[in-house]
């Protein structure tokens, strides 16, 4: 018969998070400080092991999540990984996002009070994971940005979802299509956080919200998060796997390409040239052209509109 018992932090294997249990809270630490704690699929995969290895420990009352380093608490998936891979092979974009959706529902379902730590910059992917926790303390100087439309994406692993439900409809859009940082004040002021606290205070204010929620009643808490997370699960249910599909499919396109291309290559994005080959009346969804081209040389079908020669033969295309 199975037991449903934690194990010891220390047994865990993790290459990419930090897991720590103590005092009646575990701490979950994203350890890629070098890529401002962006979250690959390995990540993914060990946050959730560490999170139903939490939620199964009775010794266990609170739940921490926070990033490595002063400079960044989560900064989203790791642009360089769907650059190289998923612009590729749009296919295994669809089976990354069952990870990212496990991980996600992992925490949400775990039972017990989750507080994130922000403890400098949260971008993309790392809002949705602040906003799956159920409190926040923010150091001072730190700022929240979506940047979903910026670099060939749609925020909807959480974002589209929550921010309306979060921060209101007028807010969310201004979020969601500006793309521009949220200061630790605004954050406040909209309920992305609950505390913003100087660097200096920001352990002391989260160690006193683990005691304040140690000292509940644990199936009464664990019943109270379940009953707020309605909205959330609500939203989240009924869009997330339609955000899977559309996601994977989106890959195929320019617009990724693009953006994460040149995300990685550290160059200004070509917003205007897309808008402006559309507006000609030429296609904006494909890197070379819609596949209309057939070579009369080789008979080779389905070149680019845009190429002058085949890609098979090398014969010119008339």
């Given at each position: 018969?199975?037991?449903?018992?934690?194990?010891?932090?220390?047994?865990?294997?993790?290459?990419?998070?930090?897991?720590?249990?103590?005092?009646?809270?575990?701490?979950?630490?994203?350890?890629?400080?070098?890529?401002?704690?962006?979250?690959?699929?390995?990540?993914?995969?060990?946050?959730?092991?560490?999170?139903?290895?939490?939620?199964?420990?009775?010794?266990?009352?609170?739940?921490?999540?926070?990033?490595?380093?002063?400079?960044?608490?989560?900064?989203?998936?790791?642009?360089?990984?769907?650059?190289?891979?998923?612009?590729?092979?749009?296919?295994?974009?669809?089976?990354?996002?069952?990870?990212?959706?496990?991980?996600?529902?992992?925490?949400?379902?775990?039972?017990?009070?989750?507080?994130?730590?922000?403890?400098?910059?949260?971008?993309?992917?790392?809002?949705?994971?602040?906003?799956?926790?159920?409190?926040?303390?923010?150091?001072?100087?730190?700022?929240?940005?979506?940047v979903g439309t910026m670099v060939g994406s749609v925020a909807a692993g959480g974002a589209t979802q929550w921010l309306p439900i979060m921060?209101?409809?007028?807010?969310?859009?201004?979020?969601?299509?500006?793309?521009?940082?949220?200061?630790?004040?605004?954050?406040?002021?909209?309920?992305?956080?609950?505390?913003?606290?100087p660097r200096d205070q920001l352990d002391a204010k989260v160690d006193e919200l683990c005691q304040k929620l140690i000292n509940k009643f644990?199936e009464c808490t664990r019943y109270t998060k379940q009953q707020t997370n309605f909205w959330k699960d609500l939203a989240w249910s009924t869009?997330?796997?339609?955000?899977?599909?559309?996601?994977?499919?989106?890959?195929?396109?320019?617009?990724?390409?693009?953006?994460?291309?040149?995300?990685?290559?550290?160059?200004?994005?070509?917003?205007?040239?897309?808008?402006?080959?559309?507006?000609?009346?030429?296609?904006?969804?494909?890197?070379?052209?819609?596949?209309?081209?057939?070579?009369?040389?080789?008979?080779?079908?389905?070149?680019?509109?845009?190429?002058?020669?085949?890609?098979?033969?090398?014969?010119?295309?008339?």
């Amino acid at each position: 018969m199975p037991r449903f018992t934690g194990k010891p932090a220390d047994s865990f294997d993790f290459k990419e998070i930090i897991y720590e249990k103590k005092d009646w809270v575990a701490t979950v630490t994203i350890n890629r400080p070098h890529v401002y704690n962006s979250y690959s699929t390995l990540t993914l995969q060990e946050m959730t092991e560490a999170f139903k290895d939490a939620s199964w420990d009775d010794s266990v009352a609170v739940i921490v999540l926070t990033g490595a380093g002063q400079k960044a608490f989560c900064t989203g998936g790791d642009v360089k990984e769907y650059a190289e891979d998923y612009t590729v092979k749009p296919r295994d974009y669809w089976k990354w996002m069952g990870v990212f959706v496990e991980a996600h529902d992992t925490l949400r379902n775990c039972g017990k009070p989750v507080i994130a730590k922000i403890n400098g910059i949260v971008a993309g992917g790392g809002n949705e994971w602040n906003m799956a926790c159920d409190l926040a303390v923010m150091v001072e100087g730190a700022s929240i940005q979506q940047v979903g439309t910026m670099v060939g994406s749609v925020a909807a692993g959480g974002a589209t979802q929550w921010l309306p439900i979060m921060v209101g409809d007028r807010r969310a859009r201004e979020i969601l299509f500006l793309c521009e940082p949220i200061p630790a004040d605004k954050c406040l002021d909209w309920g992305l956080v609950n505390y913003v606290v100087p660097r200096d205070q920001l352990d002391a204010k989260v160690d006193e919200l683990c005691q304040k929620l140690i000292n509940k009643f644990p199936e009464c808490t664990r019943y109270t998060k379940q009953q707020t997370n309605f909205w959330k699960d609500l939203a989240w249910s009924t869009t997330v796997g339609h955000a899977r599909e559309w996601l994977a499919l989106h890959f195929a396109s320019v617009e990724p390409y693009e953006g994460m291309k040149a995300f990685v290559e550290k160059r200004p994005k070509d917003y205007v040239g897309l808008r402006q080959k559309a507006a000609e009346g030429g296609s904006s969804e494909f890197l070379f052209g819609p596949y209309t081209q057939q070579c009369p040389h080789c008979g080779a079908k389905g070149i680019p509109s845009d190429f002058k020669f085949c890609g098979v033969c090398g014969g010119k295309l008339e």
